[in-house]
T-cell receptor, first 113, second 112 residues
Framework: GDSVTQMEGPVTLSEEAFLTINCTYTATGYPSLFWYVQYPGEGLQLLLK?????DKGSNKGFEATYRKETTSFHLEKGSVQVSDSAVYFC????????????FGTGTQLKVEL | EPEVTQTPSHQVTQMGQEVILRCVPISNHLYFYWYRQILGQKVEFLVSFYNNEISEKSEIFDDQFSVERPDGSNFTLKIRSTKLEDSAMYFCASERGRETQYFGPGTRLLVL
């Protein structure tokens, strides 16, 4: 079945450090890929998405590129802030798969001054 | 900006009791979902709903679970006889077309 694998957390970084959170996927069809973020005490918010190979999603300084050859969708940010501290979820939907989201386990990011 | 709302934010119940979790999706959305997240685990799909019927459900969504859109605005998840293992955060999501799902803040359910 479809699945998403994320790097284990927690990830602790200093402010202004470079962030990478790895995400790889397995899908039977052609997936759309998403990053959702969950701030403490809140629900899931869409951060960015990409719907086909080589697409780059970007938002709030975060970027991720849909790499079909490596089945990856790694999240990056050049300079993190304390306010980026949250849990980040990689997810996919598959066309013809009812559009349900399949999530990774989530990666907790903690950014310190 | 329109958002998905959920009530209650927290619910504590005794094992075997029925609970109803409520969601108000974004008003012009057509597809509705429930997910759950057991503490420390991944977010799992439960059920999707379109055109007043279930379009897909997971193996978690057994006969103890039901969904309803009773009045054109609310979208509810009922658990008939709760078990300890139903303790989780339950998220509602809605979607206008097959594009992007917008999530509510969740209901934390604790079954004692």
């Amino acid at each position: 079945g479809d699945s998403v694998t994320q790097m284990e957390g927690p990830v602790t970084l200093s402010e202004e450090a470079f962030l990478t959170i790895n995400c790889t996927y397995t899908a039977t069809g052609y997936p759309s890929l998403f990053w959702y973020v969950q701030y403490p005490g809140e629900g899931l918010q869409l951060l960015l998405k990409a719907t086909k190979a080589d697409d780059k999603g970007s938002n709030k300084g975060f970027e991720a590129t849909y790499r079909k050859e490596t089945t990856s969708f790694h999240l990056e940010k050049g300079s993190v802030q304390v306010s980026d501290s949250a849990v980040y979820f990689c997810a996919l939907t598959v066309t013809g798969g009812g559009n349900k989201l399949t999530f990774g386990t989530g990666t907790q990011l903690k950014v310190e001054l | 900006e329109p958002e998905v709302t959920q009530t209650p934010s927290h619910q504590v119940t005794q094992m075997g009791q029925e609970v109803i979790l409520r969601c108000v999706p974004i008003s012009n959305h057509l597809y509705f979902y429930w997910y759950r997240q057991i503490l420390g685990q991944k977010v799992e799909f439960l059920v999707s709903f379109y055109n007043n019927e279930i379009s897909e459900k997971s193996e978690i969504f057994d006969d103890q679970f039901s969904v309803e859109r009773p009045d054109g605005s609310n979208f509810t998840l009922k658990i008939r006889s709760t078990k300890l293992e139903d303790s989780a955060m339950y998220f509602c999501a809605s979607e206008r077309g097959r594009e992007t799902q917008y999530f509510g803040p969740g209901t934390r359910l604790l079954v004692l």
